[in-house]
């Protein structure tokens, strides 16, 4: 089956990181694509847990590095973080009440996931320089482990 989303080399930010956090979010909305094309609610709404859990971390992961970074706009980036949150949340609210939001997320989450990468972390880009690999290694442990 061929995936809703593929990645685009167009999206990599250069931060190895953060372009393997981004790809593992596209692989959530490809399984939410895949449960909605079966119509599977349970496998929907574990699949929504998974990605507000794992979308959680990353945001926190970036949130960390750009304050590591001085990130000028940091306050702005979090506050659209924090929106696309509390989105998602509602979906998975509407979800339990027993509405059908997967085929019409996997869209708003394509199209999120896109203009986010494409117009807001590439601002930050040129603001991140390389930190040592001690750094990067333990925000790992501290966000993913």
Do not use: C
């Not at 390389?130 to 966000?143: C, D, N, R």
């Amino acid at each position: 089956m061929q995936p809703f989303m593929e990645w685009s080399d167009n999206l990599n930010t250069g931060i190895d990181t953060i372009d393997l956090q981004h790809r593992k979010i596209v692989d959530y909305i490809n399984e939410l694509h895949r449960a909605a094309q079966i119509a599977d609610r349970e496998l929907v709404g574990k699949v929504l847990h998974g990605l507000i859990d794992y979308t959680i971390a990353h945001f926190g992961f970036e949130e960390e590095m750009l304050a590591n970074n001085h990130y000028a706009d940091i306050e702005e980036h979090k506050r659209l973080h924090e929106k696309f949150i509390t989105r998602i949340k509602m979906h998975l609210a509407n979800h339990e009440k027993g509405a059908n939001v997967a085929r019409a997320l996997t869209g708003e989450l394509q199209i999120w996931l896109i203009a986010h990468i494409s117009r807001e972390d590439q601002r930050y880009v040129s603001s991140v320089t390389e930190t040592s690999e001690g750094i990067v290694l333990k925000m790992l442990k501290k966000f993913f482990d």
